[in-house]
């Protein structure tokens, strides 16, 4: 992988089951073995202006994991005038993965937690295809 920095903000999504898978998959990928590649900031930092915040994104590869087609996450990271490197929706993905279907809001279960770990191959398959 290439040296540069890399932010995922996954969907705020209170409430709703894809926005737990959104922040699953973050969480895997910060914490897992990729952890030192992959950093994540807290959305409302987005939301309220926080430069600091900004500032990281605007020096960074930025990944957004969004639960549904609203897609908020990857629309405040635009506002701020970065570009979205990519962006990863999770009913697409689970689309691709129908045997994935997460539990609930609270527990999303081991299949909620396997298509969280779909995503995370997607982003690390993006960033493979893209250092070659």
């Known amino acids: 992988m ?3 920095k890399r932010v995922v903000i996954p ?3 209170i409430g709703k089951a894809f926005g737990t898978v959104a922040r699953e998959a973050t969480y895997q990928l ?3 073995g990729n952890g030192e590649d992959y950093r994540t900031i807290c959305l409302p930092l987005l ?3 926080d430069q600091k915040a900004i500032n990281l994104l605007k020096q960074s590869r930025v990944y957004t994991i969004d639960g549904c087609p609203k897609k908020c996450a990857t629309l405040c990271v635009e ?3 970065v570009d979205v490197a990519m962006e990863v929706v ?3 993905i689970l689309a691709k993965n129908t045997d994935h279907k997460p539990g ?3 527990d999303i279960g081991p299949n909620g937690v396997l298509l969280a770990k779909d995503i995370v191959n997607v982003i ?3 960033e493979s295809d893209r250092d070659e």
């Open 90 to 92: 999770v009913p697409k």
């Open 2 to 4: 290439s040296d540069a």
């Open 30 to 32: 910060t914490k897992t």
């Open 11 to 13: 969907c705020s999504g």
């Open 104 to 106: 609930s809001i609270l």
């Open 79 to 81: 506002r701020t005038g």
């Open 124 to 126: 690390l398959e993006e």
């Open 47 to 49: 939301v309220a202006g």
